[in-house]
Antibody, heavy 117, light 110 residues
Framework: QVQLVESGGGVVQPGGSLRLSCAAS????????MHWVRQAPGKGLEWVTF????????CYADSVKGRFTISRDNSKNTLYLQMHSLSAEDTAMYYC??????????WGQGTLVTVSS | QAALTQPASVSGSPGQSITISCTGT?????????VSWYQQHPGKAPKLMIY???NRPSGVSNRFSGSKSGNTASLTISGLQAEDEADYYC??????????FGGGTKLTVL
């Protein structure tokens, strides 16, 4: 069965950087686009970024453009999110999700990022 | 990339039907048949309930249905059950080749 396991979250100071990982299993990772979606505590879902199956195309929400970079290593079945210049507004649970055409049918359990001094 | 507009809360009694609206623009909901709906229980990851406006993934109850008219999409849950109490989010693909979510609707089963 499809399994997505995020890791790398934690507490980081404002202005700091963090890299999240998402380990995929149970499907052919190199055949699917992948998303990152975040959810601030007590708030709604916010789409963050997407990459195509081969990593050739990437798109970002305006709120993270220029600060976050999505990447993938298809040989390791792993998705990444490199985050720079973090602020309190980036505090959230970060979910990776597998694409299914234009929806996200499979989600991980999330990794929590807290930006605080 | 303004969020899609959903009512903050809706409620219904067991057995009743409820509808949650999701209003966007011609650049997202109105421009594409790529509206999806997600259910999220507290502390859990979202679960896809409807994709491409009105399609149900395998395993999702046929009590859940979706529709769209113009810039507004809707999720209808019929035969309301206690287990349906959750937060619901709509999402749409956009003309910027990005995705956008709604603000979420809290469903209370009375």
């Amino acid at each position: 069965q499809v399994q997505l396991v995020e890791s790398g979250g934690g507490v980081v100071q404002p202005g700091g950087s963090l890299r999240l990982s998402c380990a995929a299993s149970g499907f052919t990772f190199s055949s699917y686009g992948m998303h990152w979606v975040r959810q601030a505590p007590g708030k709604g879902l916010e789409w963050v970024t997407f990459t195509r199956s081969d990593g050739s195309y990437k798109c970002y929400a305006d709120s993270v453009k220029g600060r976050f970079t999505i990447s993938r290593d298809n040989s390791k079945n792993t998705l990444y999110l490199q985050m720079h210049s973090l602020s309190a507004e980036d505090t959230a649970m970060y979910y990776c999700a597998r694409s299914g055409d234009y929806a996200q049918p499979y989600w991980g359990q999330g990794t929590l990022v807290t930006v605080s001094s | 990339q303004a969020a899609l507009t959903q009512p903050a809360s809706v409620s219904g009694s067991p057995g009743q039907s409820i509808t949650i609206s999701c209003t966007g623009t011609s650049s997202d909901v109105g421009g594409y048949n790529y509206v999806s709906w997600y259910q999220q229980h507290p502390g859990k990851a979202p679960k896809l309930m409807i994709y491409d406006v009105n399609n149900r993934p395998s395993g999702v109850s046929n009590r859940f249905s979706g529709s769209k008219s113009g810039n507004t999409a809707s999720l209808t849950i019929s035969g309301l059950q206690a287990e349906d109490e959750a937060d619901y989010y709509c999402s749409s693909y956009t003309s910027s080749s990005t995705w956008v979510f709604g603000g979420g609707t809290k469903l209370t089963v009375l």
